[in-house]
Antibody, heavy 123, light 113 residues
Framework: QLQLQESGPGLVKPSETLSLTCSVS??????????WGWIRQPPGKGLEWIGN???????YYNPSLKSRVTISVDTSKKQFSLKLSSVTAADTAVYYC???????????????WGQGTLVTVSS | DIVMTQSPDSLAVSLGERATIDCKSS????????????LAWYQQKPGQPPKLLIS???TRDSGVPDRFSGGGSGTDFTLTISSLQAEDVAVYYC?????????FGGGTRVEIK
C-alpha cells in the first residue's frame, strides 16, 4: 500500500522560506504514470493546489504561487520537496503531499495523499 | 482558472436517505477527443486528508461503497449518496483536472439530520 509522509518545521517566521519533504513508501516514485504534488488547506477552508513534479524533475506550478514555489525530487531517496519563499500569515495551512494520476502533460488528479502537516507562519 | 462551484454549502440528511451534492464548472471539463469528463470527487473527514471517491466524473475508486455515485457531463455534475450512513459525515469536494491549475470546489458539509 502506497504511503506518503510529510515532514518539516511546523513554525516558520514571516518572510522566511517554508521547506517540506514528502517521503514515499510502498511503491515506486520513478513511474511515468504519476506526478508528485503539493496541495494546501488553510485552517477551516478549502483546498488549493500548489504544483507537481515528475520523476525526471519536470514541474508545473500554480501561477498564483509560481514566483515563490520550488518543487524538487530525489528519486534515490524516494522523496520530493516543497520550498515556498517569502511566507506570510496567509501561507498558514495544512500542507499535503499527494500522488497524482497522470491524465495529460503535468495534469492529473490526486489519488493517494499524505496525512498532512500544519505549518504556521508567525514570528 | 476554471472555477468550481458547489451547492449546497451544507446539508443534513436522515440516516438511510439520499444526499445529493451539485458541482458546476465555469467551463466544460469534457474532453471531446476521448469523451471523458475530467472531474473527481473527494471525501474529507475531520483531521484526515481528502480521500478519492470518484474520478472521470463517474468511476468509483477501488473500495468505495456503491452507495456513492457520480454523474453529469460538461459543466454540471452530481455526487449522490444513495443511503446515508453515519460514517459518511464529512466534507465533500469536487475537483477539475481538465486544465492547469487543477481547482477544487468550496466543499459541501454533509451531516446527519
Amino acid at each position: 500500500q502506497l504511503q506518503l509522509q510529510e515532514s518539516g518545521p511546523g513554525l516558520v517566521k514571516p518572510s522566511e522560506t517554508l521547506s517540506l519533504t514528502c517521503s514515499v513508501s510502498g511503491g515506486p516514485i520513478s513511474s511515468s504514470s504519476y506526478y508528485w504534488g503539493w496541495i494546501r488547506q488553510p485552517p477551516g477552508k478549502g483546498l488549493e493546489w500548489i504544483g507537481n513534479i515528475d520523476y525526471s524533475g519536470g514541474t508545473y506550478y500554480n501561477p498564483s504561487l509560481k514566483s515563490r514555489v520550488t518543487i524538487s525530487v530525489d528519486t534515490s531517496k524516494k522523496q520530493f520537496s516543497l520550498k515556498l519563499s517569502s511566507v506570510t500569515a496567509a501561507d498558514t495551512a495544512v500542507y499535503y503531499c499527494a500522488r497524482h494520476v497522470q491524465t495529460g502533460p503535468y495534469k492529473g488528479y490526486p489519488d493517494y495523499w499524505g496525512q498532512g502537516t500544519l505549518v504556521t507562519v508567525s514570528s | 482558472d476554471i472555477v468550481m462551484t458547489q451547492s449546497p454549502d451544507s446539508l443534513a440528511v436522515s440516516l438511510g436517505e439520499r444526499a445529493t451534492i451539485d458541482c458546476k464548472s465555469s467551463q466544460s471539463v469534457l474532453y471531446s477527443s476521448n469523451n471523458k469528463n475530467y472531474l473527481a470527487w473527494y471525501q474529507q473527514k475531520p483531521g484526515q486528508p481528502p480521500k478519492l471517491l470518484i474520478s472521470w466524473a463517474s468511476t468509483r475508486d477501488s473500495g468505495v461503497p456503491d452507495r456513492f455515485s457520480g454523474g453529469g457531463s460538461g459543466t454540471d455534475f452530481t455526487l449522490t449518496i444513495s443511503s446515508l450512513q453515519a460514517e459518511d459525515v464529512a466534507v465533500y469536494y469536487c475537483q477539475q483536472y481538465y486544465s492547469n491549475p487543477p481547482t477544487f470546489g468550496g466543499g459541501t458539509r454533509v451531516e446527519i439530520k
